[in-house]
């Protein structure tokens, strides 16, 4: 592994990121490819030294999508990975946020989503690692069915294996903290 790519307070985010959450040998990946690297996302989303840190980076990606776009409204993360990022971005925020299950629960509410989110309110989705967008791009699915717009998809960290790609053809705008490459992770 070489060093971070980025410079400053983001390539020292990025070089914990690495140390704590990377993973070397076989495995075999939510999309069904098989890498011989993993990033074991609880490792850094579980240490709120990174965490509060990853947080406020979304923060400010938040903060210029505003300036750009208009106000974001809610805040909205898929379970299980997206959880901890979306709640400490709400913190840092002061946006409400919402959770997508992955599949609707079969007993007390029968809901998919849970929180409170209304028809036609902007959302900015925060997602944990991105290989093709798979989980991510069924939450935003969800989201729509249920009447929100879905302004942005923010990832932590893009494996760039087509998530990118999956998400312009589905009219969803995308972008990440940080890309494999930022980690310094070649194959």
Do not use: H
Request: charged letters at 30%; hydrophobic letters at 40%; aromatic letters at 6%.
């Amino acid at each position: 592994m070489s060093t971070s790519e980025k410079p400053g307070v983001e390539g020292e985010v990025a070089s914990q990121i690495a140390a704590v959450s990377l993973l070397r040998g076989t495995f075999t990946l939510r999309s069904g490819r098989t890498s011989s690297y993993y990033l074991d996302k609880y490792r850094f989303s579980t240490r709120p030294e990174i965490l509060e840190r990853v947080a406020q980076m979304f923060a400010e990606r938040i903060q210029r999508i505003e300036a750009e776009s208009g106000a974001v409204d809610r805040l909205a993360g898929a379970e299980l990975g997206g959880i901890p990022l979306v709640t400490a971005a709400s913190l840092k925020t002061g946006k409400a946020c919402v959770f997508i299950r992955n599949s609707k629960k079969d007993y007390g509410t029968g809901k998919q989503l849970e929180g409170e989110l209304n028809k036609g309110e902007r959302v900015v989705m925060l997602e944990d690692v991105a290989t093709t967008g798979g989980q991510a791009l069924e939450a935003v699915a969800v989201l729509r069915e249920l009447g929100a717009e879905v302004v942005r998809v923010i990832c932590t960290i893009d494996r760039e294996e087509g998530a990118s790609a999956n998400f312009e053809a589905a009219g969803v705008a995308f972008e990440s903290l940080f890309t494999k490459r930022d980690l310094g992770i070649e194959e």
